[in-house]
């Protein structure tokens, strides 16, 4: 079992910035796919970024060049760091943690994110 804690969500204005965090613990399998979803009211959920083990990243086109992924040394913990928010952006997001290579997925528990225009 894999669980989930996210952290970092909150209220900021058009244009600032959030930093997201998810931390993995228990018996944490590799190689592995860690990232970040997200579900706005009424809409389905959707991808924002995921991370591998090996470093290998995507994006929803919709935040390119404004969220950046990244995941510490030990690969427990992924970060989202989101610049120039718009009021699109405003959403519970969701962390996700899946195996590679093997059937297995785990999400946190969600953290809300809105963003005043």
């Known amino acids: 079992q894999v669980q989930l804690v996210e952290s970092g969500g909150g209220f900021v204005q058009a244009g600032g910035s959030l930093r997201l965090s998810c931390a993995a613990s228990?018996?944490?399998?590799?190689?592995?796919?860690m990232g970040w979803y997200r579900q706005a009211p009424g809409n389905q959920r959707e991808l924002v970024a995921t991370?591998?083990?090996?470093?290998?990243?995507n994006y929803a086109d919709s935040v390119k060049g404004r969220f950046a992924i990244s995941r510490d040394n030990a690969k427990t913990t992924v970060y989202l760091q989101m610049n120039s928010l718009e009021p699109a952006d405003t959403a519970v997001y969701y962390c996700?943690?899946?195996?590679?290579?093997?059937?297995?997925?785990?999400w946190g528990q969600g953290t809300q994110v809105t963003v005043s225009s």
């Open positions: 228990g018996s944490i399998p590799s190689p592995n796919l």
């Open positions: 991370m591998s083990t090996m470093g290998t990243t």
């Open positions: 996700k943690f899946r195996r590679l290579f093997r059937t297995g997925e785990y």
